[in-house]
């Protein structure tokens, strides 16, 4: 079924094995959804041919974006730290809005100020704040049908670090399942105060 990914990262993850510095799959999996990975040992074989558009929200470190999109056949948008506007990104990727959202966060797009349990913590990411806006524009359109949430480390930090972490990942997936920072009320058209 085609789908949306909507890659909230600071990191694109489009190496594949032969352009990773490092040959790690950890920074392979977009490559992977896009079909662009042609080696017949790809440990990723069985996504093939997926019909996914690509969307990066908040990517800026470690990406030479002409270089990397510009090889793409997939209908893709990126955005910056600067431009959180979701549901805009979400319509140039999906004009005819019938795709379903596969949402994934690496936590590591959030400020390392913020969430200093990552593996690859970067300074002046998206404040968790903002991070929650993309899923609070994305949540109401009832078109997210699967959520990741990944690169939260225990094992990195102090006890307030871990706390600060795992907090910032429980509002997030929060987000994702309808609770709203304002508040949740019916959908009755009434208030209760």
């Known amino acids: 079924m085609p789908m949306v990914l909507l890659w909230v990262d600071v990191h ?41 558009a690509l969307l990066w929200v908040d990517v800026h470190a470690d990406l030479n974006t002409e270089d990397n999109l510009s090889e793409r056949e997939h209908p893709r948008q990126a955005g910056g730290t600067a431009d959180q506007e979701a549901l805009r990104l979400l319509a140039s990727v999906d004009p005819l809005s019938n795709l379903t ?56 930090g102090d006890k307030r670090d871990v706390h600060l972490t795992i907090q910032a990942a429980e509002h997030l997936l929060q987000a994702v399942f309808g609770r709203q920072r304002r508040g949740n009320y019916p959908n009755d058209g009434t208030r209760q105060l």
């Open 101 to 156: 959202l596969h949402v994934s966060f690496d936590i590591d797009c959030i400020d390392s100020l913020e969430t200093p349990s990552t593996g690859a913590p970067v300074r002046g990411g998206m404040s968790l704040r903002e991070d929650i806006q993309v899923v609070e524009q994305a949540q109401p359109t009832g078109r997210i049908s699967a959520v990741d949430l990944v690169e939260v480390n225990p094992n990195i």
């Open 12 to 52: 694109a993850d489009l190496n594949t094995a032969d352009t990773s510095p490092t040959e790690s799959i950890h920074g392979m999996p977009v490559d992977a959804h896009a079909d662009l990975n042609t080696a017949d040992t790809s440990p990723t074989e069985n996504i093939h041919g997926m019909p996914v």
